[in-house]
């Protein structure tokens, strides 16, 4: 029911934005978060948005990536800027309300020179 996309490679200081499309839900009736995980590392979380849309975010990532929604395309984004070589790894997306969790597939981020 979730479906990301946006994913790929790009060089230290570019861009890329995760797009993370649900169907069958009313996304934003959800908190949405992406999460990542690199080689050998645990999944962590990247950022979130709540339902009234106020985000969170690791620090890590404040100030380079921001996180967004929009209702009519039941769809949330993950803009990413200033790309680190650290920053690479599979990120995927999750949509929770109450004890209910949908996942979607993972998407493929390398930042390398």
């Known amino acids: 029911q979730l479906q990301a996309s946006g994913g790929g490679s790009v060089q230290p200081g570019g861009s890329l934005r995760l797009s993370c499309a649900a169907s069958?839900?009313?996304?934003?009736?959800?908190?949405v978060s992406w999460y990542r995980q690199a080689p050998g590392k645990q999944r962590e979380l990247v950022a979130g948005?709540?339902?009234?849309?106020?985000?969170n975010y690791a620090d890590s990532v404040k100030g380079r990536f921001t996180i967004s929604r929009d209702n009519a395309a039941n769809t949330v984004y993950l803009q990413m800027n200033s790309l680190r070589p650290e920053d690479t790894a599979v990120y995927s997306c999750?949509?929770?309300?109450?004890?209910?969790?949908?996942w979607g597939q993972g998407s493929q981020v390398t930042v390398s020179s």
């Open positions: 948005i709540f339902s009234g849309d106020s985000t």
């Open positions: 999750q949509a929770v309300r109450g004890s209910v969790a949908y």
């Open positions: 069958g839900i009313i996304f934003r009736t959800y908190y």
